[in-house]
């Protein structure tokens, strides 16, 4: 700026400045106060002080969340039982005998990383004039990423984003009741998927808004807590639609594992300065599978286990 006498000159000399409009980056949409959807509801009536939102139950704080440091991370994981034949076992000893050596089963977990964002472009004039946009974009970004990863945990197919609990080989299907009626959950499934569950007391139940529906009925619900046979229950549009698998889930969350880096909240005046618009970013770096690769049989069960257990299809 040793040219120019003040920033009003430089700012001056930017705007009139010739430039090379191939390389112009453009803005496909923005928030902006003279359309009333597009954030002008929020602008001029001194009454209004906040905007309301729907919500979306996060299930990320329910999860083994690991905090890192890089793009990529090694975990190496046990993935054996107390109750197996190898891996770090316990043994009862005569006294004065030698004790039985035992060796570590290892595997090596790989996460990369995944980058998913929300950019908001927003004109001046709003940012300046309406307090409640400026409170509200923030949680209404987190609640996009938010819907994200849930129904990437849920549902992810692990290529370029997180393996969902749906498209994982640990997950167990509970079978339906022989004859039950297509579209439904009855009270034997919940005991059915109870029965398959590992740890259950550390559970919860997540499900369609359309299945909470019909479990709400159950004997097993308390509708003072929300508990469904003593379990949080957790509502979540990612799951899959009634009668289908996955439209209610039994989950030990403590049985996904989370690699996260973020979140981080940007804002920028510099990316379309010339058009008067900021742009708001929130970044969050993640990955993640569930830990158990398979589900597994404990000794005084004749069926498998997991920390995570759907239904069967009901057609």
Not at 57 to 62: A, C, E, Q, V
């Amino acid at each position: 700026m040793n040219d120019f006498n003040n920033l009003g000159q430089f700012a001056l000399a930017i705007r009139s400045a010739p430039y090379d409009k191939s390389i112009q980056r453009s803005v496909a949409t923005f928030a902006g106060s003279s359309v009333a959807t597009d954030g002008g509801y929020s602008v001029p009536v001194e009454m209004i002080v906040d905007l309301f939102m729907k919500g979306e139950n996060s299930l990320l704080p329910f999860c083994n969340v690991i905090p890192v440091s890089s793009g990529e991370i090694e975990i190496p994981v046990d993935g054996t039982m107390p109750w197996e034949s190898s891996g770090i076992i316990a043994d009862w000893d005569d006294e004065g005998a030698a004790a039985s050596q035992h060796k570590p089963k290892l595997s090596l977990s790989r996460n990369k990383l995944r980058k998913l964002r929300v950019l908001v472009p927003v004109t001046d004039e709003l940012v300046a004039d309406s307090q409640a946009f400026n409170v509200w974009l923030p949680d209404a970004m987190r609640r996009a990423v938010t819907w994200k990863i849930n129904d990437a945990i849920i549902n992810g197919s692990g290529v370029a984003r997180p393996l969902g609990i749906l498209k994982s080989s640990a997950a167990i299907v509970a079978a339906k009741e022989t004859g039950q009626v297509a579209g439904t959950i009855i009270a034997m499934n919940i005991q059915a998927m109870l029965a398959r569950s590992m740890d259950p007391t550390s559970a919860v139940w997540v499900m369609n808004p359309t299945a909470y529906g019909q479990v709400i009925e159950f004997s097993t619900f308390d509708s003072g807590t929300g508990r469904l046979a003593g379990l949080p229950v957790i509502v979540s549009e990612a799951c899959a639609e009634l009668g289908s698998p996955g439209d209610i889930i039994l989950a030990n969350m403590k049985g996904y594992r989370i690699v996260t880096r973020g979140p981080v909240f940007s804002q920028s005046a510099h990316l379309w300065f010339d058009q008067g618009i900021s742009a708001f970013r929130l970044t969050v770096r993640l990955d993640g599978q569930p830990i158990l690769s398979a589900p597994t049989t404990p000794p005084n069960s004749a069926v498998t286990r997991s920390h995570f257990v759907t239904l069967a299809a009901r057609a």
